[in-house]
């Protein structure tokens, strides 16, 4: 098995972890908006269906169309022979797929804390005149985006990822 078969082999699995985590997503948004007590369906729609249909697209593109992301990460001038390139050909490809996941995960979640937020405030827009979020929120909502960052980082400098984890090993 070359890194092309091992790369693609790689992304399939991948995709399918994708898939399984947003379909395993989707009870909880489901609960989540019921138990707001908001039945439009556009608003489920926005709130539920939305969130947890691109990671199941992009997942389904990573099963079906594994080669043409192998080719577009890929150095297409790496020979067979080349066992060390190949790995960190390799290497990289896994550590992009990583934050591939990472990011889907967190703009999932940052969907479901906005939301709470913004139903949150709806239901208590006649108590409280304020705009008023616990502590617990503004962790799940900061942290989303640190995780969002964390993972574009990874998804643009899968390369300079690979070099900071070769000279922490040397």
């Known amino acids: 098995m070359d890194y092309r078969q091992l790369s693609n082999l790689l992304i399939k699995v991948s995709g399918i972890v994708i898939v399984v985590f947003a379909v395993t997503a989707i009870p909880g948004h489901i609960n989540s908006f019921l138990h707001q007590g908001q039945d439009t369906l556009a608003k489920f ?10 990671p199941v697209i992009i997942g389904l593109l990573m099963w079906s169309f594994p080669g043409t992301i192998t080719n577009r990460v890929f150095d297409k001038s790496i020979e067979s022979s080349e066992s060390n390139r190949a790995a960190e050909e390799i290497e990289r490809i896994a550590v992009t797929i990583l934050g591939l996941i990472l990011l889907f995960f967190a ?52 390369k300079g990822v690979i070099l900071l984890i070769k000279r922490l090993r040397a």
Do not use: C, Q
Not at 45 to 54: D, E, G, K, S
């Open 107 to 158: 703009l999932s979640d940052l969907a479901f804390n906005f939301t709470y937020v913004y139903f949150t405030n709806k239901e208590n827009a006649g108590v409280i005149t304020s705009f008023r979020i616990s502590p617990e929120d503004w962790g799940h909502i900061v942290g989303t985006i640190v995780e969002i960052a964390f993972a574009l980082t990874i998804l643009l400098k899968s």
């Open 45 to 54: 729609a926005m709130w539920v269906i939305f969130p947890l249909i691109a």
